[in-house]
């Protein structure tokens, strides 16, 4: 899809140097200070759960092969629409896909902000993270992507998903939605 609008600079940021699973499945957690990430992991050992509450969220489960899901995984993202619930406009791009870790850029239309989002699949689980480079907010857009992807897990034979709400975080929603 190609953007025929105004001509903006596009604001990319730079990719972060840590992403990627690490031994015990987990990923990267989030900054708490910024309202622009979820994540199943907190940052490290010694961070206060009180402080990481804001973006936890529970991993997806399965329960069929670990081939299985990350076939289905890898399905519902390349059925992802750009541009969807006003989001991703400028598309995405799988920049890494392994038998257990999925690494996705996703692009706002207009200025070209760059999202990461991972998914490492182990023990019948998924952790996931996405993650804004840019910024303090993201006006929704890391919640609307990761539900997407949850409703159309949850629609496949053995999945169990959940959705990001301003009940399960509502310090997000204040901040983030209008």
């Known amino acids: 899809m190609q953007y025929d609008g105004p001509k903006y600079p596009k604001r990319k940021g730079s990719k972060p140097a840590d992403l990627g699973p690490r031994p015990d499945g987990s990923l ?31 991993p ?5 092969s670990q081939s299985e899901a990350m076939q289905d995984l890898v399905s519902v993202i390349k059925a992802y629409i750009p541009g969807q619930n006003k989001i991703d406009g400028g598309g995405f ?4 896909q392994t038998d257990n870790y999925l690494y996705i850029q996703f692009q706002s239309l207009k200025y070209g902000y760059i999202d990461d989002v991972e998914f490492s699949l182990k023990d019948d689980r998924v952790n996931m993270r996405s993650s804004s480079r840019l910024g ?14 949850s409703e ?11 959705q990001i709400t301003a009940s399960t975080h509502p310090g997000y929603f204040e901040k983030n939605i209008r």
């Open 60 to 64: 997806f489960e399965y329960t069929k």
């Open 28 to 58: 990267k957690g989030c900054d708490f200070v910024k309202p622009n990430c979820f994540s199943t992991s907190v940052l490290d050992e010694d961070e206060l759960a009180e402080l990481s509450v804001g973006y936890l969220i529970p």
């Open 152 to 162: 159309k897990l949850g629609l496949l034979d053995g999945w169990k998903t959940s």
């Open 93 to 96: 791009k799988i920049i890494t």
């Open 136 to 149: 303090y907010l993201d006006f929704g857009v890391n919640a609307k992507r990761l539900n997407f992807i």
